[in-house]
């Protein structure tokens, strides 16, 4: 084999090597006139266009798979409802059943799982309305905590709040971040309440706005800290009926932050602290200027 063919051979593999590490739709071209070289190009390129295809066909079918799965949470909750306007009536027209009471309290369990089924299938799907706007963050973060105060104070608490006074603002949406604060706070409770303590703090950066939630539970190992927010993980403790969890809080809290262009951050030490922090836009007027 001559030095030429060597080369060409080198850039085919080094092209090829380029498409599949940046997982591109190019195809590999290759000037020359060695018709086995061609030929060898051109039945990589006919694998390529099978791979494109294949990539296509599961795009489509997993967005499909993630709107039907929206249209089945949809289509039992709106029965869940029903049954739970029932039980309301026979409770209020004077029925005093333990089991009844029983009965509602489960029924409301599946209800809110199917909630967070329904909001989860629509951010993947992508049929969830995030309407970004001007919002005072420091007021979001205040309502969330107050929300969970009385239950804090009786659980005997100690509660570490650091929200300037001075308003800071970001470009978002309230509804979703309503929902990843209050997802946090109580993900913190359920998981971290041996530490008898929550923090919340606010705080400015140069290109956004970080919350962090802070607990002092038994925290999270570093070998499950990436799985934690992944759909339907649950830790050990899940097994706990006391604490139990349904493994959709997080994802969806990460899934609504990404969508506003921001994330959220795990850095746990075990048994020491545990931070979950929300990232989010600051908001810019029309000049660019941040406010």
Not at 74 to 83: A, N, W
Request: neutral net charge; charged residues 30%.
């Amino acid at each position: 084999m001559n030095r030429g063919t060597q080369a060409k051979l080198r850039e085919i593999t080094k092209k090829l090597s380029d498409i599949l590490e940046q997982d591109t739709d190019e195809q590999v071209m290759v000037f020359t006139d060695n018709k086995v070289l061609m030929e060898l190009c051109g039945q990589i390129n006919l694998l390529l266009l099978d791979r494109q295809k294949m990539k296509a066909d599961f795009r489509k079918q997993e967005i499909a798979s993630k709107k039907m799965l929206s249209n089945i949470s949809h289509d039992i909750k709106t029965p869940l409802t029903v049954i739970l306007g029932y039980l309301e009536i026979m409770r209020l027209s004077g029925c005093e059943d333990g089991n009844l009471q029983k009965v509602e309290a489960k029924a409301k369990q599946v209800m809110e799982l199917i909630d967070q089924f329904f909001t989860l299938a629509k951010l993947e799907a992508g049929d969830k309305n995030i309407e970004m706007v001007k919002l005072n963050i420091n007021e979001l973060c205040r309502e969330n905590v107050l929300g969970y105060y009385e239950l804090l104070m009786q659980r005997e608490y100690t509660v570490d709040i650091g929200i300037p006074e001075q308003s800071i603002f970001v470009q978002g949406d309230r509804e979703s971040i309503n929902r990843i604060l209050s997802n946090l706070l109580s993900n913190a409770i359920r998981y971290g309440g041996d530490g008898k303590y929550i923090g919340l703090f606010l705080q400015e950066e140069a290109d956004c706005v970080s919350i962090d939630v802070i607990d002092r539970g038994k925290g999270i190992e570093k070998q499950f800290a990436k799985n934690v927010f992944e759909r339907l993980y649950t830790m050990e403790d899940s097994r706990n009926r006391s604490i139990q969890g349904n493994g959709l809080g997080l994802t969806i809290a990460r899934n609504l932050a990404r969508q506003m262009g921001g994330d959220i951050l795990l850095w746990s030490e075990p048994g020491v602290q545990t931070v979950f922090t929300v990232k989010l836009r600051r908001y810019q007027d029309c000049y660019g200027n941040r406010l």
